[in-house]
């Protein structure tokens, strides 16, 4: 399908919209979730431990960042898949991450940015709360609970002393490495964009902007994430419906639904009955590829 112009207006509108009541009030549709984190001051140097939770993929590295918003690998990546397939209990799940860190080496007093890409309310002292489980991952005993401090406990356990854990997700990194990469220059012209496995944005705003803020001493600018997978926009269609309905949290995330790498098989699965099933987004770029090469012909 493809939509007009005033369709899309109408659909940034909604969001627009959407987004302010989610500054204003916990708990919406928007979640618009404080990152409690400030652009990246200019000149940030130092090294760091990375540990990537995302889709279905565990990588950890160690990171250098350089004058000028150059940053490096000097370790690693390592990576994983999720121990067992996406259901497994939440204690395995988070020794399977402190071992890709032990194969990193020596990591003794180095701080750990936890990038944990699922939906979560970040507190003050920069751990975050797992809200729910997305993008079809179900790990038991995990929602409801502080990463940060569980990836703490098992790292600790393989008697590991790096740092502290300070988490965000996939999105408010994009915007923190977009605003590093340039300088810290500007940030509210910043926007983290994510669209792979799910997708969701965040941004910088003022403290002021933000009426929910419980924290009153922040004053300059606020990395926000905005969840806004769970937008539900106007001008779904049925099929959309269809997949919501079918899907193991109806009702929810359902603009990751309509355009992220997680559905949009099934999508097409719909939308396409008599064509053989396509098992990844990876299917689909192969198949548009092969459409343009007929085309050619």
């Known amino acids: ?26 708990g919406t549709e928007i979640a618009a979730l404080p990152a409690y984190l400030a652009p990246p001051p200019d000149g940030m140097t130092g090294r760091a431990v990375v540990v990537d939770a995302g889709g279905t993929n565990l ?14 690998i000097v370790a690693g990546p390592e990576p994983a898949k999720f121990p067992g397939g996406p259901e497994v209990a939440g204690d395995a799940f988070f020794d399977v991450q402190a071992e890709l860190v032990e194969r990193l080496g020596a990591v003794h007093g180095l701080p750990v940015g936890y990038c944990f890409s699922y939906p979560s309310e970040t ?19 995990v929602e409801g609970t502080s990463v940060g401090e569980r990836l703490g406990r098992a790292l600790a356990a393989r008697k590991l002393r790096p740092g502290p854990v300070r988490v965000l997700n996939d999105t408010v990194a994009s915007l ?22 799910g997708t969701n944005m965040a ?22 994430n905005l969840e806004n997978g769970n937008f539900n926009p106007p001008h ?25 790498g997680a559905y949009l098989p099934r999508l097409f ?7 053989a099933p396509l098992t990844s987004a990876a299917d689909l770029v192969r198949l548009r590829e092969e459409g343009t090469a007929d085309a050619r012909r």
């Open 176 to 197: 923190l490495g977009g605003a590093f990469a340039h300088g810290g220059s500007q940030p509210a012209a910043f926007i983290g964009l994510i669209v792979g496995t």
């Open 59 to 72: 990588r950890a590295a160690v990171v250098e960042l350089l004058p000028g918003g150059v940053s490096r």
């Open 203 to 224: 941004t910088f705003l003022p403290a002021g902007r933000i009426p929910k803020l419980k924290t009153g001493h922040f004053v300059a600018p606020m990395a926000v």
């Open 1 to 26: 399908m493809k939509l007009s112009l005033t369709e899309l207006q109408d659909i940034r509108r909604t969001l627009a919209a959407r987004i302010v009541f989610g500054l204003s009030t916990p």
């Open 236 to 260: 779904l269609q049925p099929f959309d419906a269809e997949l919501d309905a079918s899907s193991e949290n109806p009702g929810a995330q359902r603009f990751e639904k309509a355009v992220s």
């Open 123 to 141: 507190l003050p002292s920069l751990d975050a709360r797992l809200l729910r489980w997305t993008k079809g991952v179900q790990i038991t005993g």
């Open 269 to 275: 699965g719909r939308l396409c009955p008599d064509h």
